[in-house]
């Protein structure tokens, strides 16, 4: 079995039974906060797009990538598709011309022309954009298990279908939590340093329980490449930064006595045999070391290779002319209405500042959206105006996997954080919000 890095939670999987391509991500994302990290967009995407497989794990724009599945990925291949409870990632693969799909029952081994295939999909509202899962894979000789982002409670049914000869996994934060929530910059430091705790204790718990051979550190971190976000890179190892990079992560396993963990770039090959799991970059060393030991340099040069996508996209943002208030009103009272048990779990209203010239309040107990009569909230938002624009314009239906994740906006809380609030956010249609509204009842 061989394991390309194709960047970010993406992985080329060749196998005795056929290959399979996961997650495969190259467009920038989140109105042009996130870009992979290493840059991956120098690959053979044209080779990997052969596949006879493609597994997307959810629809989170850095595991699903329209543009780069629609450019370079053969419509052929077939589609490992998750048993999610709404058909919202089929439905978008079918508009981009696959057909072929094969769904196993969550969690249930089946066969694929001699293709071991084990999917987990995880269905709550909190996982992912309504849904979030992990392949793992037996060929006959080796196996691999692809955890990707997917943060599932038990680990039973996994470990059932191994042992693992390789464990791919998140080790690094997708969250926007606390970079831009208002609070003094000694307490977010206190915050950012406890999270990135967090996420490697977490990662490490998850490698203990699955035992496989070798790890591979993988679906993160993110970089980001505009001007305005650059701050949030880990450029010097800052105890208190959330995105620590792959480099870290090994260092970190090392001093809790693993020494099992490979480096994974885009490009990497790989090869897991009975005795190894042999190496190959795609770099000379001393290439690699410089991406990790200058990564403001290795940065800054990336930046500009993308810069004209990044204003591209900016330039897109604006809508003049809409009505905002008029719009999200007779957009999102309807869906308050069906909403029974998110508005009582947000039980008050929430504070949404757009721009210099709008403050609006969502009413959750009175099922309204209307202006701000100067009332208190425990939860506020601020936000640019082109970017509500836009998303009012595209009826984008999930702000989290788009406004929020783009950490393009600030927001401050009294009290602890509220799940449904951030559920209704991704629930801005009918079907989703009354798929949430079931899973609560």
Request: net charge negative; charged share 30%; hydrophobic share 35%.
């Amino acid at each position: 079995m061989r394991v390309t890095g194709t960047g970010h939670a993406g992985v080329f999987v060749e196998t005795a039974a056929g290959s399979v391509l996961c997650d495969p991500w190259v467009s920038p994302a989140y109105f042009a906060s996130w870009f992979p990290f290493p840059d991956n967009s120098q690959l053979d995407w044209d080779r990997f797009g052969q596949a006879d497989y493609l597994y997307v794990s959810h629809l989170h724009k850095d595991h699903f990538d329209p543009a780069t599945l629609r450019r370079h990925v053969s419509t052929k291949a077939t589609v490992l598709l998750p048993a999610y409870r709404t058909n919202e990632l089929e439905d978008a693969l079918r508009d981009l011309g696959f057909r072929s799909f094969v769904q196993p029952p969550s969690g249930e081994p089946v066969d694929v022309d001699g293709l071991s295939v084990m999917i987990v999909a995880l269905t709550s509202p909190t996982d992912g954009p309504i849904g979030d899962s992990a392949l793992a894979l037996d060929d006959g000789e080796r196996r691999l298990l692809n955890l990707n982002d997917a943060r599932p409670g038990d680990l039973e049914g996994m470990r059932e279908f191994g042992p693992y000869d390789a464990f791919a996994l998140q080790f690094s934060g997708a969250i926007w939590y606390p970079m831009v929530y208002d609070l003094p910059e000694r307490a977010k430091q206190s915050l950012g340093k406890q999270k990135r705790e967090r996420q490697l204790d977490r990662a490490l718990r998850y490698i203990d329980s699955v035992d496989a051979r070798y790890v591979l550190p993988t679906a993160g971190p993110p970089c980001f490449l505009d001007d305005d976000l650059q701050r949030w890179n880990d450029t010097d190892n800052d105890e208190t930064n959330i995105f620590p990079d792959q480099t870290v992560f090994l260092d970190y396993l090392a001093s809790k006595g693993r020494d099992n963990g490979r480096l994974l770039l885009p490009g990497t090959v790989a090869t897991l045999t009975a005795e190894d799991c042999e190496i190959s970059h795609p770099l000379p060393e001393d290439e690699v070391k410089r991406i990790f030991t200058d990564k403001a340099g290795y940065l800054a040069a990336y930046a500009e290779r993308r810069r004209r996508e990044i204003d591209a996209d900016r330039a897109s943002w604006s809508v003049p002319g809409l009505d905002l208030l008029a719009e999200l009103k007779s957009w999102w009272e309807p869906l308050l209405e069906e909403a029974d048990r998110i508005c009582a779990g947000v039980g008050g209203p929430v504070r949404f500042e757009i721009g210099d010239d709008l403050t609006l309040v969502i009413d959750f107990p009175a099922r309204q959206v209307r202006e701000y009569a100067e009332e208190r909230c425990r939860y506020w938002f601020r936000v640019d105006r082109p970017l509500v624009e836009r998303l009012v314009a595209d009826r984008e239906k999930d702000w989290v996997n788009s406004l929020f994740l783009s950490m393009r906006f600030t927001t401050g809380r009294i009290g602890p954080y509220n799940e449904y609030l951030y559920t209704f956010f991704k629930c801005l249609s009918d079907e989703r919000i009354n798929y949430a509204e079931g899973w609560y009842a």
